[in-house]
């Protein structure tokens, strides 16, 4: 079993930042693909971002790359989503997700991950 716990959600101006944690435990973090996903009130899930177990692949949604970053710590079993530029349709609540993998494939899709969190609140409003 994998635990996942988010943190860094919260209210933010358009045009601001936010980075949000993800913490896992459980497994050795170094052997998880590692995903971030959102979910706005009344749409589907949607993905967003995923790196690779060494953090050598990353993946993004055409529409946020550029403006939004993954990154992981090993060290701290940490993987970072960094989010810049945010706009009110940022909003939703973002999850992360964890599959144990063996090579540096990285899925960019819901059903590719096993484990999740409880996910984070981020609002974008003035």
């Known amino acids: 079993q994998v635990q996942l716990v988010e943190s860094g959600g919260g209210l933010v101006q358009p045009g601001g930042s936010l980075r949000l944690s993800c913490v896992a435990s459980g497994r050795a973090f170094n052997l998880l693909s590692m995903g971030w996903f959102r979910q706005a009130p009344g749409k589907e899930r949607e993905f967003v971002a995923a790196i690779s177990r060494g953090g050598g692949v990353t993946r993004y949604v055409d529409s946020m790359e550029g403006r939004f970053t993954i990154s992981r710590d090993n060290a701290k079993n940490t993987v970072y989503l960094q989010m810049n530029s945010l706009k009110p349709e940022d909003t939703a609540v973002y999850s992360c997700?964890?599959?144990?993998?063996?090579?540096?494939?990285?899925?960019?899709?819901?059903?590719?991950?096993?484990?999740w969190g409880q996910g984070t609140q981020v609002t974008v409003s003035s």
């Open positions: 997700a964890a599959v144990l993998s063996f090579t540096s494939a990285v899925p960019t899709t819901a059903p590719g991950y096993n484990f």
